[in-house]
């Protein structure tokens, strides 16, 4: 059996910043796969992506948990955390920046199919993939799990590449009505191949066992939505990056 190999990674941004992410791919000299970019929560690179990143390095995918806070920011509060999302939030440019960063230190692994690269995110990182797609990377595909839909530039929504998968909690009270319609509307218009997934009685960070209702009753996790979730993740994966046969 393949030996799973995990790694932090070191990678600057074009503006200089040193960022540091979470690489995870099993031991296969010489055979390429499809890479994944995870993007992080408001919490920045933790526990929960970086076993996200093994289990789907597991499956046989490279996977790099993305950086985009910087190398030693990683928020301890809830006031830092939101203070940091909504900064890059009002600052898209930077947002694509620090992502694509990310997107090309994946692409450019000796063990990643750089033609064949999904981006993925989880709340804050949900929004962040999505701008990577807006930006016009090369993408197979994009997966939001309870993600910020907001998009200040809907003109950049006919950049996107690849199919698009959107998993929403049905009463995410973080996300608007309207911005919920104002994405589908967008993304209807630009004719891009989506599937808009809402979950009934689900809310915000409905894939994140420590979401704790206590600090804030919105972000609550749901067990079903979170199987259910990744459940549709995988059929993704293996419609749009499919594994080699020998892998699969």
Request: net charge negative.
């Amino acid at each position: 059996m393949a030996q799973l190999c995990t790694k932090t990674l070191e990678y600057r941004a074009t503006d200089g910043t040193l960022l540091e992410g979470y690489v995870a791919y099993l031991d296969l000299p010489g055979r390429i796969r499809p890479g994944i970019l995870i993007s992080h929560d408001w919490l920045g690179v933790g526990d929960f992506v970086r076993k996200k990143a093994e289990q789907l390095a597991a499956l046989g995918y490279v996977a790099l948990a993305a950086d985009v806070y910087g190398k030693d920011i990683r928020p301890t509060s809830v006031p830092e955390a939101s203070g940091l999302t909504r900064q890059y939030r009002a600052d898209r440019p930077a947002l694509r920046g620090r992502i694509r960063a990310a997107y090309d230190t994946l692409c450019a692994l000796d063990q990643t199919d750089a033609k064949h690269i999904v981006a993925m995110g989880y709340c804050f990182g949900g929004t962040t993939a999505l701008e990577l797609a807006r930006s016009g990377a090369n993408l197979v595909g994009t997966a939001s799990f309870h993600g910020g839909l907001s998009n200040p530039n809907p003109q950049d929504t006919r950049q996107i590449r690849g199919k698009v998968l959107i998993m929403h909690g049905a009463d995410d009270p973080f996300v608007p009505p309207e911005e919920v319609m104002e994405f589908k509307h967008a993304m209807q218009e630009a004719g891009i191949d989506m599937r808009f997934i809402a979950y009934p009685h689900a809310v915000h960070g409905f894939t994140n066992p420590d979401a704790d209702p206590s600090q804030n009753k919105g972000l609550v996790y749901n067990a079903e939505a979170d199987q259910a979730s990744w459940r549709e993740f995988e059929a993704f994966l293996a419609e749009v990056a499919p594994l080699p046969a020998s892998m699969g």
